[in-house]
């Protein structure tokens, strides 16, 4: 919401720097990671000292997938919310509402179908990914592997388990694309039916 409504050069700058991961390759922000988070990184002695070892754990899994894919769900988010007329927050305001309640009963609902398809991308560039999630998380089976990291391991010992994972993958992709063709006239009969319950 803030990126959508602000035109301070603070928000560009957070702005590009939330959209880096798109722009540079995912191996180097495993590296960045490992940097950051690692024994020896910029946080790691102090996660160590807390007893949290981040690297080559499940979180690492989460943590590499979250970064890579965050910029997807906050440029759209960032577009949807900029599509938001301000005039009925506004509105809502003079009819007593309180900013946070004008945010969520307002805001939200109208920028809804854009926050769905920036979640479903985001989740969609998590599933695909690897090098951030192979350098930070490592490849260990039943702990830190994914199914891109399990169709690389196939590929090495038994290439038809590797197409069977892949094909996983095409479903879901395909699958997902398919919701978000059909969530926009879905939407829209959801309201129209909603409309006509009010009436």
């Known amino acids: 919401w803030w990126l959508s409504v602000s035109s301070s050069r603070g928000a560009r700058l957070i702005e590009v720097l939330v959209n880096l991961p798109i722009a540079i390759p995912p191996a180097v922000m ?11 990184g910029l946080f790691g ?14 979180s690492a899994v989460l943590l ?61 560039r998590a599933l695909g990914e690897f090098g951030a999630t192979l350098l930070f998380a490592g490849n260990m089976m039943g702990e830190t592997q994914t199914m891109p990291l399990a169709i690389f391991t196939a590929l ?18 395909a699958l997902l694309l398919l919701s978000l063709r059909l969530a926009p006239t879905a939407w829209g009969w959801a309201r129209r039916a909603g409309w006509g319950r009010n009436k």
């Open 156 to 173: 090495e010992s038994d290439v038809r388990v590797a197409v069977v994972f892949s094909l996983v993958l095409v479903a879901l992709g």
């Open 45 to 58: 002695a102090a996660l160590e000292e807390l007893g949290l070892l981040v690297p080559f754990s499940e």
């Open 64 to 124: 590499a997938q979250v970064v890579v894919s965050a910029p997807f769900f906050v440029q759209a988010a960032a577009n949807a919310f900029a599509k938001v007329d301000l005039d009925l927050l506004i509105v809502a305001r003079t009819l007593g509402a309180s900013p946070a309640e004008a945010f969520f009963r307002v805001a939200v609902p109208v920028a809804l179908p854009g926050l769905i398809v920036g979640a479903s991308l985001a989740w969609a």
């Open 30 to 40: 495993g590296v960045a990671l490992l940097q950051t988070f690692g024994r020896r």
